[in-house]
């Protein structure tokens, strides 16, 4: 969350003074609003707007086709739900390891599909691009479908693109944490009308065929989902963060840009596959062993500079996905992905060093976070504290 204040309040306002704040037949339709102003943003034909990223991700692999049978390559190095989202698919996470930018590997990615991946999802972690390029190039030919996860970089960009236009649908999340937030919130777009028309489908299952006239013009068959909709609040909350969007990255990307000029000539920035497009959320600093990373962390600590070390955040970090590691898909055995007996000869033996170079780097590498507000004295502060201890 950066910024978020009386707009915002008056555009609850809006929508509760409306009495009439649910999703389809509402006198406000801020969430059919904001979704045909969040598809002109991005650039896509269709977006949808839901409850969460996992929501997101889930409707999007649904929109896809995926499901029990298939595998879906993720990366090490992302939060759980991503990995998550596949198993509520009935499908099965396969991890690949995440190359110096700290986004999915191409090259692990090349060596991990089979014949049974349905899809790759690429994580843009702290707003860091993943080599969209080489994962195209990997998957050409071939009927694998690629879905990204744009959940950390919703306004980031690649080569000119907005991050989650560029594959076959992309994801956002619009939690809390989030570069734009409603609190909770995440949203698919595609440019594929059938991936619409499922995830559509999947993320309204109780209302889609009974409030307004959400199934006009819909060809794909009615099937089973879940209710992963949102209010008019949510939606008014959004059209209102939207707006301060381009001015979030603009001012993120200048404090970043300022921060790592000053930083560079003593510090190592970390490789990315666009720098110019990614949001601007996080200095990256790359040491060469653990030992340096921490020794560094801890003196910034001391001269109150506060820095994350990746590999120390908890469930971003493979090994730490307990659900995953310990293969419980679900309560219910029978409910299992795991346990599936389609699912028995997929790719599944997870193991804590089976992406050795991800944690390496996770360990080598240093993020100072970066604040929009931060008056321009304030970055140069906090680059004289760090080059000063
Ligand atoms: C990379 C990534 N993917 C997916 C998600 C899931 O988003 P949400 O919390 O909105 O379900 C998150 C959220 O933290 C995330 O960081």
Request: proline fraction near 5%.
């Given at each position: 969350m950066y910024r978020i204040g009386q707009e915002e309040i008056d555009a609850v306002a809006r929508a509760i003074n409306s009495k009439d704040f649910f999703k389809i037949n509402g006198s406000g339709q801020e969430v059919l609003h904001f979704e045909n102003e969040w598809k002109s943003f991005v650039g896509s034909d269709y977006a949808l707007l839901m409850t969460s990223g996992y929501a997101a991700i889930v409707s999007a692999l649904i929109g896809i086709g995926a499901g029990p049978g298939d595998e879906v390559i993720v990366p090490a190095?992302?939060?759980?739900a991503t990995a998550l989202a596949v198993l509520e698919t009935g499908a099965i996470p396969v991890i690949a390891d995440a190359d110096e930018t700290l986004t999915i590997d191409v090259e692990d990615v090349k060596r991990k599909i089979t014949k049974n991946t349905k899809a790759i999802i690429p994580v843009h972690i702290q707003g860091f691009p993943s080599d969209m390029d080489g994962l195209k190039n990997a998957v050409k030919g071939t009927n694998i479908k690629i879905v990204e996860d744009a959940c950390q970089s919703a306004g980031g960009m690649y080569k000119g693109r907005l991050l989650g236009s560029i594959g076959d649908a992309g994801t956002y999340s619009f939690n809390y944490f989030k570069i734009i937030t409603a609190g909770e919130g995440g949203a698919v777009v595609t440019n594929d009308r059938k991936i619409y028309e499922r995830a559509l489908i999947y993320h309204d299952a109780g209302a889609v065929a009974f409030f307004g006239d959400q199934l006009n013009g819909i060809s794909e068959e009615l099937f089973g989902g879940r209710e992963y909709r949102v209010s008019d609040i949510t939606g008014a909350i959004l059209r209102e963060q939207l707006k301060k969007l381009p001015y979030i990255r603009a001012d993120l990307k200048k404090n970043q840009k300022l921060l790592l000029s000053l930083l560079t000539p003593k510090y190592t920035q970390a490789p990315s596959h666009d720098f110019e497009g990614d949001l601007g959320t996080t200095v990256a600093l790359r040491f060469g062993s653990e030992k340096e990373t921490r020794s560094f962390a801890e003196r910034c600590a001391a001269n109150g500079i506060g820095v994350t070390?990746?590999?120390?955040t908890g469930k971003h970090v493979y090994t730490n996905w307990t659900q995953i590691m310990e293969k419980r898909g679900a309560l219910n055995p029978s409910m299992d992905p795991y346990k599936f007996p389609v699912n028995?000869?997929?790719?599944?033996?997870?193991?804590?060093?089976?992406c050795k170079k991800t944690l390496e780097l996770l360990s080598r590498t240093a993020y100072i976070l970066v604040n929009p507000d931060w008056p321009e004295e304030t970055v140069k502060d906090i680059a004289a504290r760090v080059l000063d201890i």
């Open positions: 190095y992302t939060y759980i070390i990746p590999f120390d028995k000869d997929l790719q599944m033996d997870y193991t804590h060093d089976m």
